[in-house]
């Protein structure tokens, strides 16, 4: 086993108790010898004004992961964009901001997929990112988030400030978000499934046609990579973390069906979105780096299960 890195003194991972944070964090602890700083919103408001130049200052780090968002599934996206967009804008804007004034030698930041035009052509290619405008439900949210890009590009230009915006695919796994007014759709099938499974419920209504193709990866896959970004990677182009395979929703369900055990039926509610019909993306750029999302779609969602019956009965998920 590789002795840890020593290549920075204290790391501060913002949105440490959120979902990739889980991930995330135990990655960088298995890599790093350093001083681990992690905060949550009940620590830094990052929406208060001062208070994310509070918190670097504070807390003094070499190193900023900064993870904290507002993220949530396409009805609830529909049904709020300016909160998606005021929130992710805010934070992201003025984190980063802080970082650089305060010293900080390495930023890394996360965005979504959904960033992309509406309109991009499966495989998604990182060099696609400008070439249109976003699928409209989650607008607000992925221009936000989009806007980092830009930050990073122009900090690095002017300032030399070294940044990384990474996009991982549709994550999914352990300590996801199950609320079903909020949640992607594979912790919402997989509660709706279970749920139906446990009340002997005749049927199950998914969302959509069924048709749209997607590409899911697991958070693990994904947590696994960031060290190596940290130590090796000092660009401002963004890289895909995904598994670069596709799976209808309609396939996805099936899987669910299998994975949970359930014999009902599945209904497909057609009056609610399907969202992008066709988003694959393109691993080459994360590949040709040497890294790849490995974990096969039925093992990351028989994972992703049993955490959530235990942590149903534990009362610690998010419902």
């Not at 992201?92 to 960033?115: D, E, I, P």
């Not at 997607?214 to 896959?221: I, L, T």
């Not at 596709?246 to 899987?255: D, Q």
Request: hydrophobic residues 40%; aromatic residues 10%.
């Amino acid at each position: 086993m590789s002795e840890k890195s020593t290549a920075f003194k204290r790391i501060l991972v913002t949105g440490a108790t959120g979902f990739l944070g889980h991930h995330i964090i135990p990655a960088l602890r298995g890599r790093f010898e350093a001083e681990f700083v992690t905060v949550g919103s009940q620590d830094y408001d990052l929406l208060e004004p001062g208070a994310p130049e509070r918190m670097i200052r504070d807390i003094q780090p070499d190193c900023v992961v900064h993870l904290a968002a507002k993220s949530g599934g396409i009805i609830d996206n529909k049904n709020r964009p300016a909160d998606y967009f005021y929130t992710n804008l805010v934070m992201n804007t003025h984190t980063f901001h802080a970082s650089f004034t305060h010293g900080v030698r390495k930023f890394l930041s996360l965005m979504g997929g959904c960033a992309y035009p509406h309109d991009a052509v499966s495989p998604i290619s990182e060099d696609q990112m400008w070439n249109g405008y976003p699928q409209q439900e989650s607008a607000g949210y992925s221009i936000a988030k989009k806007m980092m890009l830009v930050q990073s590009a122009t900090y690095r230009a002017q300032h030399g400030f070294n940044s990384v915006i990474l996009i991982p695919g549709n994550v999914y796994g352990e300590y996801d978000n199950f609320n079903l007014g909020q949640a992607h759709v594979i912790p919402a099938l997989l509660r709706k499934y279970q749920e139906a499974r446990d009340a002997n419920a005749p049927e199950v209504m998914a969302f959509g046609t069924g048709k749209p193709t997607r590409d899911f990866v697991y958070a693990g896959d994904v947590a696994a990579t960031i060290p190596w970004f940290l130590e090796q990677y000092d660009r401002s182009e963004p890289v895909n973390i995904s598994s670069g395979t596709r799976i209808s929703i309609r396939e996805l369900a099936e899987t669910m069906k299998k994975v949970t055990d359930y014999p009902g039926a599945i209904v497909w509610d057609t009056s609610k979105p399907d969202g992008q019909m066709d988003k694959i993306f393109s691993v080459e750029r994360l590949h040709a780096l040497g890294l790849s999302c490995d974990t096969p779609l039925e093992e990351g969602l028989r994972r992703t299960l049993a955490w959530f019956v235990n942590a149903r009965k534990e009362g610690s998920v998010r419902l």
